[in-house]
C-alpha cells in the first residue's frame, strides 16, 4: 500500500497516523520529494482500511499495490482449479458446454429440449426454475415444479444440472441440483454467498451488469473464505452506452481472469447480447479467446418461449453452433462439449 | 406497443403472428409503407410478451409506447405519495433528512452521534448492522447486536430509524425499525421485494449501481403490487467511466422520477461521491433539484469510522451542511429537516 | 511515480531499468516486501514515459502519484483564474448566464432571441453557426452568413458572444467572436487545442462525452502550454446507460474541478439533458453546487427550431429560470447574470 | 416514424401538428388506444426533424422505425463492399492484417518493424506520423518527417501504408498515403468528414469511444454521401466502467455491423486492450467473430517505443499471433494475412 500525504500536513497528525499505522505491525518507509512525500506500507496490509487513512485529512490518497484478494489469485496458487460434477471437469483445458432452456416450462418441453442438446453435444444442462425478471407482470418461472421437471430431464438425460438459486429460503429444494448458479444481480449479495461457502456444491457465479473483474474475484473470494473452492466464473456482459446488444460481452475479461485467477471461467453469450443471431459468433469468438466454458440457450420453440425467447436458439442452431465451435477448439487443442 | 416487421415477410409467418396476438385481445392496426410494415397495438399490452414476438424471424423490433409499470406511475396515480413514519413525513413537500454513521460500532459513538444528528436538524437516524462489504475481509457490521444498540439510539433520541435489510432471514430482528432498507446491490434482488411487498413498514429502495430509472420503477412495481404502497426512492449514484468519484450522481433523476412517478425521491450524496468534501455541494444541489429528502452519513470521529470514514461528515460539517441546505430549502419553499 | 515489480524478476533486466531510470536524472527509493517490490521515484517524473516502463516484462504495475498536469493545477497555481471579456468575468465569484438559440436561423430568430434573453439577464449570446450533427442530412448551420448575423445580434444587444469552432479552416471568420467554443466533440482534437493555444481569445472548453475529468484537465494543459491562460472549462453531461435523459449530467464534476484546477467551470444543462423541463431544475441544482456560469439554450420557437428544439427553452421560461437561479445564487452569495 | 401524443392535448395543437406533418408530404395514420394515441408516419421520413416534434408540448416520444443512414444500410445495398489498395482487398471474405509500429521513430526502426511484419504475414503497414496524445508533454509524432520516413519503409516493402490525418491541413502530405486513417477522436469530427467524402482514398474509419454503432455508421454515412464509398470501418474498444483493459473491446459489433452495413469491418485489440499479452487472443477472437481485418501495433523494440509500448507486440510474438490467427482463419474458409 502506498500513502501520498498532502503538501504542509501539520507534523503532529503525521505522527498520529504514522502511530496508528505502526501499532498495526506494518512498516513505514518514507520517500520525501519536492512535492510530494511518499509512505510505502510493508507488511500485511489486508488487515489496513483504506478509507480509513483516506478519512484523514493530511492524505491525499491510498493506492494498493497488492490485489486485495489472496485465496482466488494465481500469485499464490499457481495451479488451475478443475471443478468435477460426476464425470465432467470445467477447467483445466476444454470448453465444457451447458446448454438448454432459459425457465422451464413443461415437462415435454425441458425434457425434449434437453434430449437434443446432448444430443448435440453439451457436458451439462440449464434451466430456470425461479427467474429474476425485471417486471413483476412477467412470468416468473415454475418454482419448485420447475425443479422437479428438471430432475426429470436430469434422469432422461444422465447430465449434470445447473439452476439459479434466488433467494436462500429455496436452498432445501437444491440438493438434487449439481450446480448452483448465482445470478448476475446477486454478485454481491453478500450473505448468499457467505451461506453458499459453507456448501459442499460447486458454484457458477456469474458477474454483476456493472461489476469489475476484481469485484468478481472478491465476490468469489466471499466463498472460497467459506471454504468452498469449487467456483466457476462466468462472464456474461457488462451495461455500457451501445443498445444494438442487450449488455456488451466482455471477452477480454477470459485472458485477464486466467491471468489473475486460478478459477475456471466461463461465456454466456446468449444473455450477454439477447439475440439469437449472435450468439454463434460470439460462442466462437469466446473459444477463441481460451473460455473453459460456455453457457447456451436453446428452446424447443423459442416462439413459444416464456422469457427471452429472442435470445433462445433452436436445436437445431445449437447443433450447428456446437459444430463450428468444435472446429475453433480443435485449433484450440481443446475438446468442446462431447464432440 | 408497435411492432416493425421484415420486409418480404413469408405471409404465412405474419398471419400466425397476427392471429397469436388478437387472440390476446389486442386489435391490430397496420400501417403499410414502402420499406416497413409497422402494427401498432391497442389494449392491455402488459400481458404481451415483446420478447417472444422479437423471436419471430419475420419481425425487425419491437418498440414499447407505454411505460412497462402502472401502479408506481404518475400517470394513473397523479398525487405524490407521501409515506409518514410517526410525526415525520417524507414527501409531500419538505426535505427529510436521514443522517448517521454508515456502521454501528459502539453503544458510545452510535448514541453521541445520532444525538448530535438530532441536534442538527435530522429527522430520522441511519446506521447499518448489517453491512454489505466488497471484501470478505472487511468489518461486516456488528449484526443483531448492531440493531439493539440502534434501538437504544432510537430510544435516546426520539427519532425513527433507518437501516438495511441485507437478507430475508434477517427479517424478523426488524420488528422495531421504522424503514426498512434495499441496497443497490438488493435493487433487483426480486424475492426480497416481493416479501417486502407483504409487509407493512416503508421500504427504502436505493438505485443499483449499474439501473435504469425505468428498472429503478419496475422494482418499486414488485413492492406495491406485492400491495405495499410506502416506498421511498433513493438516487445514490450509477457506475461510469469517471473516477474522481466513487460514483456520478444522477442528480437529473429527480425531477425524471417526479415526472415518472408519485413516489418519493431522496438523494445520498455520501456513497455517490466517496468524499466527505462533496456531500454539503451535493446536498445543497439536490436541494435545488428538487430532491425529497437526503441520507447523510455522518460519523463523530471519521478517522476511527470502521467503514467509508472517507465519506463520513463530522457533526459539526454536518451542521454547517444543514445550514447550507436549509437555506436553499428556503428558496424552493421547503423545511429542511427539523430547521 | 511508484513502480511495482513482478516476482522473481531477473536481476539482470531489474538492474537494467534501475540504470535506465537513474539516467533520467529520477532517484529511486527501492522498498522491499514479502510479495512486492516497489519503486518510489523522485524528481521531475513528467519526463517519464508510463507506458515504456509498463512495456517491461518485469513490471507488475505504474501508478502516477503526482496529477499529470502542471499549469492548470491548483496546487501550483491556487488562485481563481478570471477570464474577462469587456465588462463580463468569468470565474472568481458569480455565475455567469451565456444564452441564446441552439442555432443561428434568421436575422429575426437570433436578434430577437438575443434581445429577450438579454433582457432576462444573460451575460453573454451563445448561438451556433458551424453545427455538429449526427446526421449529414440534418441542418449543419447558417456557416459564415451565420456569423455575420449572429455579429448583427451582437451589436443590437452589446453583449459578448460566444461560438463554436468546428474546424481550424475557419478561424479567420472568428475576428469578432469573443469566446471561441470548442465542442465536447473536439474536446481531444489535439491540433485544435494547439492552436487555440496560440491565439488571443478565450476558448470555451467543454468536456467530452466520454472523457474524465482529468483528460478535460489536459485537454486545458494543451491550450495553456500553447500560452493562452483564458480558458473555461464546461461540463455537458457524460455519456451513461441511462436513456431518459440525452446524457448523464456530471454536477459533482464542478467541486472536484475547482479543487484541482483554478480554472472556472460552467454547465450546460441544455446539452446535458436533451428536455427542457429538465433545464430549470438543473441550473438550480448547478448553482447550489458551485458552478462559475452557465450555458442556456434559448429559442424564441422552439417547435420551429431547425435543432435542438427539444431541448430549448421559450424566452418565457427562461426568464422564470433566471429568476429561479437568482434566488439559488442569493443563498451562495454570487449574482446570477445582470440579476 | 411514431409519434406518441400526450393525453387530453389539446384538439387546436394536435391539428396544427397534423398540418405541420402533412405539409412535408408525409401520410399519418392515426391509432386511438384508451390511454395513447399513435401516430405512424408513411413516406420520406428523413426529411422529419424529430427534435422538433418532441419540442411541442403535446408529444410524448418520438421514435424511429427505421435506421437513419441509407447509403452504408446493408438493406438498400445487400451486398459487401470491398475495397481494394493496390493488390489487396479489405472486405468480401479473407482477413486483412495491417501491422507496424504506433509511431514512427527512426528510419531503422520503421524500415526493420515493417519488413519483419511483411514477413510475418501482414498486407499493409500501419504506423503513426502525427500522434493524438492526451498530455501535451508527449512525444507527438514526427509530422512530416514521419510521413517520409514511412514512405521509405512503403518502398521497402513494396506494402500500401495506412496513417492517421490529424488536421485537414496535413492533407496535402498524405498524396502517397494508401488510406487515410480517422482516429476515434475524430470519428465525429464532421468537418474533417465532409472532406473525406471528397477525396479519392480509402478512409478508415475508428469507432469512437463514447460511440454508438449507430453513430459509427452515421459518420460514415457523411463520408459516402460526399461521394467516397471506400470505407473501412474499425472497431478499437469502447469506454466503460472496467480498468483492467484501457478500454472494452466490443466484438459483438462485428456481426451487427455485417447485419446492419454492407461495409468492411476490422478490429484493433492494441488499442482496445492496451496490453501486448492481450492482443494475441483478442486477435483470435475477432477472426472467430467474423472481422474483415486486425490492425496490430509491433515494434521492434517495445521497451524503447515512444508510446504505447505497453500495447505492442515484438515482432516475434506477432509471427506467432497470426499463425494463430490463420489457424482460426482456416476454420473461417478465410486466408489471414499473407499466410
Known sequence: MVIILKKDAPKQDVDKLWHDIETQNIKIHEIIGSHTTIWGLIGDTHKIDMEAIEARE???????????????????HPEDTVVTVGDTKIGGGNVTVIAGPCSIETEEQIIDTCLQVKAAGANMLRGGA???????????????????????????????????????DHIDLFNDVDIIQVGARNMQNFEMLKELGKCNKPILLKRGLANTIEELLMSAEYIIAGGNTDIILCE????????????????????????????????????ATGKYELVE???????????????????NNPQKALCDGAQSLTPKRFEKCMEKCAQIGNVMGKRVGTL
Not at 490485489?67 to 482466488?72: A, L
Not at 425485471?134 to 438425460?157: H, I, M, N, V
Not at 460470439?282 to 466454458?293: E, F, I, K, L
Open 236 to 271: 456474461r456482459g457488462i451495461r455500457t452506452f451501445e443498445t444494438q446488444t442487450r449488455n456488451t460481452l466482455d471477452l477480454s475479461a477470459i485472458p485477464v481472469i486466467k491471468t489473475l485467477s486460478h478459477l475456471p471461467i466461463l461465456v454466456d453469450p446468449s444473455h
Open 58 to 76: 493530511i492524505v491525499e490518497t491510498v493506492q494498493r499495490v497488492q490485489e486485495p484478494y489472496k485465496e482466488v489469485n494465481r500469485k499464490f
Open 130 to 168: 425461479f427467474k429474476p425478471r425485471t417486471s413483476p407482470y412477467s412470468f416468473q418461472g415454475l418454482g419448485d415444479e420447475g425443479l422437479r421437471l428438471f430432475l426429470k430431464a436430469k434422469k432422461a438425460t444422465g447430465l449434470p444440472i445447473v439452476t439459479e438459486l434466488m433467494s436462500l
Open 281 to 299: 459468433p460470439m460462442s466462437m469468438a469466446a473459444v477463441a479467446a481460451g473460455t473453459d466454458g460456455l453457457i447456451i440457450e436453446v428452446h
